[in-house]
């Protein structure tokens, strides 16, 4: 039986561990070892998952712990996964690890540093794990607080200031879902007027159509302010960019998908009709997002602001997936998070990998990088050819299928709001390749570049890991969509039976 | 049945050369990276051809017609039961065409560039590009599945963007290669919507049911129904589809990116850009021909219009440019252009499918005469490295191979008889004085000058003006280098080349490739066929009076025309036009306003919550002042109000 506790217990206990450490060699190693430990139990998780499904187990969660918490409330410690979670197990496993990679070479207050870093872990696990919902936000604070830290100690440019923006901005977010969490549980009766925060149960409940459509917008739009809903993303650029390479990491290929996983498993999920009744409006905010985020990119000049901004039009991708409310659609958005999460690690990943060397983030400055330092190059080419969208890279199967899926709407608005989705991947490939032919291809614009050195073998580690995971997706999506295909057709369903219902 | 395994290992064989030149080879081995490449392309090219003899001759044939074979298919991406993207193979008489001159030409121009690119230090990186892409387009061309064909339709575009860019540090091929990718992206779109439009109403994204469904009665009689501006959905989701393929192959508007994309390496436009990828474009349109004639009326007509449109304002410009591998870019489109109306005037089944007949005899014999024209350029500007016409003249006494082999394709191209393209050309001539004589006209016309300005180019490189030795040495930015002809690795596909660009046209084409598999004579119409030839001729005796001696007429004529000469020399302003529309219109309109309101009304607002936020507690923090005496004052002075208040209630 596998424990799943056991995923926030060793990250707890690796950062707990670097603590204890004498010197920033062993926090270094001390951090790697257990990125890479935790990295072999989530691989370990989906082979036990693949092997209980296998083996006929058709429950819609498996691995289910209980504990009960606090018993007045009905608060209970309840775990369980099912493919959707396991993904995102995967996904924060490979960033972890890649962000641990990246940061080697870290000096200033190191201890604290990997500390947050491996706090901020704990959280993401905890979140995609929980079945219960005041656990699930519990592990969603946890994975707020360490991030102004991070920003504001070990950030660059105007730090305070935007440290303090995304602290604010996310607690604001999760403030409005603790709002919608508990007017849910409040809505909620097991019998005997006893409410409950069990997700499984809610969802089996019926709460009236009335009641879903002031809670949802609770839940959806304090989800949404992590996953870059538009106007909520303005925490996005200025926080990635004044943020330190491994917290941009997290932040893109973390924190933005727990906003993008709550919005699907919480307010979707347990609140269908109302998804459904404000569907024209995500569907209209996503679209948005999408066209605006890119148009916006194309004007920026700083590679940290470039992928941020285009992050805002990438997470639309998965709103605008979850909006359709197609199977299809669905299934890409997961799919969505997951290569995002990935793509934007590494890209985040490789801008740094260039601001460590020339000290600078400024397109027009930059040039020839190719030359010089060839790995990180050609690491900065295939993040951008995995961002525009590039068969064989994950980006590319997880926006068709948002696309199939949201085609699958027949009415005019999802038809138009889907053609301009698609239009964004135009614009994507003119901001991307304007920045890769600046910064990377071209003329050396400066004799101090060819002294330049290339990759550690960390940050070449880093690098091979993540674009393997993209590769992985983006060649045989199959293993991918049989993962999660059983776990949307139940959510599909419950959206289906609540429609019917009323 | 062919072996499934045989068929797969031809794009593969390309894929592992690919990866083990890129993974290991570049490092450990790369001066034998070219061999590798050459060798697994050399591998392909047998399978191929062994492919295509078993298909044509032994098992292709059914009762007289040829079959559509899916060799595999696996089900790759699952939407729904119904719709999935499958890798799958697909074998009929255009796509074993294909793979044959895919593997072909591109091994022609392995060998030669193993002579073209000595020397270079990234050789290795060039050969594992030169792997991608033709593995890339042995998928395009092999794809059962409408996705499966856009996958490796983008994966095309990605390695001719690599190609193009290949020297990266030159930014005249950057900014090309750019140009390339975005331009056909954009095509793509419309490409991508159309997938999605044919699919949803289709219900399958396999080419097998979407033109079985499209094309039955029972079925199309519902899809009519649903339209759109007029044009049914089907029709809409065609012609979408046709915007991809025109970005492709470089049909006018969005032409503009196969005259810069030339900055790549000479022997890749012969592969890409002039042979295998821009043909794409006439290859979807075949791939869904019965879709287009049968069960969207008008969209062929699109078709038709798009072609000899292009193909008639590309020969114009060609006439004018003086970079030699431009001409031949024009060139290009303007051929591509020729087999574009071809298809659009062409009918289904029969004799009426004469038009496709055509159009597909014309893609095979250009490819093979245009790769090697290419090739041939390519050794002019390994010879005086120029890419100008100024630079060269009197080049035939000292590179004759060349000469000669060049002078074969001229005469092909120019549909001079017997060479390769006076048969192509004359079937689609035939097809399109039969059903449209508005395109024959203008298509005698674009024939006319494209003897013209091949016989210009012709003229210009190896006549004219003659310089010496001495002379051509000194272009050489004043290294001396002895002069000589090209080494042995590139003469020989120019040979074997040359050698096809005579002969290939006596094929009897329309045996094997016809719109419903039936065979179709391609007798010659001799009374037919005098006109256009002695056009083609007129064109060669002009070219010759102006430019086989150095004189004052084209210089006259040029003045004589003045304004639409210079138009001309300039592309007719295109560039410029879309040059305004992107960065004055998009980026100007678009892009800066959602940057500005972005941070300034967007994040304005969030900035703006926090000040008022702020402020309000800025105003109120003042009355918690920590003075005992104040607090004392607050307290009496309540006091007093409920007092007051309770006094005011109580009366």
Not at chain 2, 9 to 30: D, K, Q, V
């Amino acid at each position: 039986m596998t424990n799943l506790t056991l995923l926030v217990v060793i990250p707890l206990l690796t950062a707990l561990a670097v603590l204890l450490c004498q010197n920033s060699k062993q926090i270094r190693w001390v951090s790697f070892v257990g990125s890479l430990i935790q990295l072999g139990l989530s691989v370990g998780l989906l082979f036990s998952y693949l092997a209980e499904r296998a083996a006929g187990n058709a429950s819609q969660m498996l691995f289910e712990f209980k504990y009960s918490w606090y018993k007045a409330f009905n608060i209970e410690y309840f775990v369980g996964v099912d493919g959707i979670s396991v993904t995102m197990i995967l996904l924060t496993a490979v960033v972890v690890f890649a962000g641990i990679l990246i940061s080697w070479k870290i000096e200033t207050l190191t201890k604290e540093f990997f500390f947050l870093l491996l706090l901020l872990s704990v959280g993401a696990y905890g979140f995609f794990i929980s079945l219960d919902l005041f656990t699930l936000f519990f592990f969603l604070e946890i994975a707020v607080i360490p991030k102004f830290l991070l920003i504001a100690i070990w950030g660059s440019g105007k730090k305070e200031y935007s440290a303090m923006k995304l602290a604010l901005m996310l607690m604001g977010g999760s403030s409005l879902v603790l709002i919608g969490i508990l007017a849910t549980y409040f809505h909620t009766d097991t019998g005997g007027g006893v409410h409950t925060f069990n997700l499984l149960e809610i969802a089996k409940q019926h709460i009236s159509l009335d009641t879903q459509k002031l809670i949802f917008p609770f839940l959806f739009v304090g989800f949404g302010v992590f996953t870059a809903l538009f106007p909520f993303h303005t925490w996005v650029p200025d926080g990635h960019s004044s943020a330190p390479t491994a917290a941009s990491m997290f932040l893109a290929g973390i924190s933005m998908k727990l906003g993008g996983y709550g919005c699907l498993r919480v307010a979707t999920y347990l609140m269908p009709e109302a998804a459904h009744y404000y569907s024209w409006l995500i569907i209209l905010l996503a679209t948005i997002a999408i066209i605006y985020g890119a148009f916006a990119t194309l004007m920026q000049k700083d590679l940290k602001y470039i992928n941020a901004y285009s992050s805002v039009s990438h997470c639309g991708f998965i709103i605008l997936g979850i909006g359709m409310l197609t199977k299809v659609a669905i299934i890409g958005a997961v799919m969505q998070m997951v290569s995002h999460g990935l793509m934007t690690a590494l890209f985040f990943g490789v801008i740094g990998m260039i601001y460590d060397r020339t000290h600078t983030r400024q397109v027009e400055l930059l040039g020839g990088l190719l030359k010089v330092i060839p790995f990180v190059g050609v690491v900065y080419v295939i993040a951008g050819l995995c961002s525009l969208g590039l068969p064989g890279f994950s980006g590319f199967v997880a926006e068709m299928t948002v696309f199939v899926g949201s085609w699958q709407n027949p009415d005019t608005f999802s038809r138009v709001a889907t053609i301009l989705a698609c239009a964004s991947i135009v614009v994507t490939a003119v901001y991307i390749l304007q920045a890769t032919a600046k910064s990377v291809m071209g003329p050396i614009t400066n004799t101090e570049y060819l002294k330049l050195t290339d990759a550690t073998w960390t940050e070449k580690l880093a690098s091979v890991t993540l674009i393997l995971a993209i590769l992985s997706i983006g060649l045989a999506p199959f293993w991918f969509t049989n993962l999660i295909t059983n776990d949307t057709q139940l959510i599909m369903e419950n959206i289906v039976r609540g429609l019917s219902s009323n | 049945m062919i072996e499934p395994l045989y068929i797969a290992l031809i794009p593969l064989i390309p894929i592992i050369s690919f990866l083990i030149i890129a993974l290991i080879g570049r490092r450990y081995f790369p001066t034998w990276c070219g061999f590798l490449g050459t060798l697994s392309l050399f591998t392909s090219f047998i399978l191929s051809a062994a492919v295509a003899y078993r298909y044509f001759f032994e098992i292709g044939k059914v009762e007289g017609v040829y079959q559509k074979i899916i060799a595999l298919k696996y089900a790759w991406l699952q939407f729904t039961p119904d719709l999935s993207i499958d890798m799958g193979l697909l074998l009929d008489p255009i796509s074993v065409m294909m793979i044959v001159i895919v593997t072909f030409i591109s091994l022609m121009v392995h060998v030669y560039s193993l002579g073209y690119m000595k020397g270079d230090a990234r050789i290795s990186t060039y050969f594992s590009f030169l792997s991608l892409f033709t593995f890339s387009m042995l998928g395009l061309v092999l794809a059962s599945n409408i996705f499966m064909m856009y996958i490796f339709w983008e994966l095309v575009g990605v390695s001719s963007f690599l190609l193009i860019g290949y020297y990266y540090d030159k930014p005249s091929a950057v900014a090309a290669s750019k140009k390339a990718f975005i331009v056909t992206r954009f095509a793509d779109l419309g490409f991508l919507i159309g997938i999605l439009v044919l699919s949803y109403y289709t219900g399958s994204l396999d080419f097998g049911i979407i033109i079985e469904r499209s094309t039955d009665p029972a079925f199309s009689g519902s899809l009519a129904a649903v339209s759109f501006m007029g044009l049914s959905a089907l029709t809409w989701g065609v012609l979408l589809v046709f915007i991809g393929g025109a970005g492709k192959s470089a049909m006018f508007p969005l032409h503009i990116w196969l005259p810069d994309a030339m900055e790549g390496p000479t022997p890749v436009s012969a592969l890409i850009h002039a042979a295998t990828m821009v043909v794409a474009g006439v290859y979807i349109v075949a791939r869904l021909f019965p879709v287009f004639s049968l069960a969207c009326p008008g969209s062929l007509d699109v078709v038709a219009y798009v072609g000899i449109f292009s193909s008639l304002f590309a020969a114009i410009i060609a006439c004018t440019q003086t970079d030699i591998k431009r001409v031949l870019a024009y060139s290009t489109i303007s051929q591509i252009g020729f087999m574009m109306f071809a298809l659009g005037v062409s009918g289904y089944g029969g004799e009426q499918g004469l038009g496709y007949m055509g159009s597909m005899f014309h893609l095979f014999t250009h490819s093979i005469f245009k790769a090697l024209l290419f090739l041939g350029a390519g050794s002019v500007i390994h010879y005086v490295h120029s890419n100008e016409m100024k630079d060269m003249g009197g080049l035939r006494k000292l590179m004759p191979i060349t000469h000669l082999t060049f002078l074969l394709a001229c005469l092909a191209i120019a549909g001079i008889p017997p060479f390769a393209g006076f048969f192509s050309k004359e079937e689609i001539l035939l097809a399109a004085w039969n059903s449209n004589k508005l395109v024959y006209y203008l298509a005698i016309i674009t024939a006319t000058l494209t003897a013209f300005y091949m016989f210009r180019l012709y003229f210009s490189i190896f006549w004219n003006k003659t310089f010496s030795p001495k002379q051509l040495e000194g272009h050489v930015n004043g290294e001396t280098h002895k002069l000589h002809e090209a080494p042995g690795t590139m003469l020989f596909p120019l040979i074997i080349l040359g050698l096809l660009s005579v002969v290939a046209g006596f094929v009897p084409f329309g045996k094997f490739v016809s719109s419903d598999g039936l065979a179709l004579s391609n007798e010659l119409h001799l009374s037919f066929s005098v006109v256009p030839v002695l056009l083609a001729i007129v064109g060669i005796i002009m070219a010759f009076s102006f430019y086989q001696k150095e004189n004052a007429a084209p210089k006259k004529l040029a003045t004589g025309l003045k304004g639409f000469y210079t138009s001309a020399y300039h592309k007719f302003y295109i560039d410029e036009v879309y040059l305004f529309i992107t960065h004055k219109l998009v980026f100007n309109l678009i892009g800066r306003p959602a940057a500005w309101i972005d941070k300034n009304v967007v994040d304005g607002s969030m900035n703006g919550i926090a000040a008022l936020t702020g402020s309000i507690s800025s105003l109120i923090k003042g009355l918690q002042s920590g003075k005992l005496q104040d607090y004392t004052l607050y307290f009496f002075s309540g006091l007093i109000g409920f007092v007051l208040l309770i006094i005011y209630l109580w009366t």
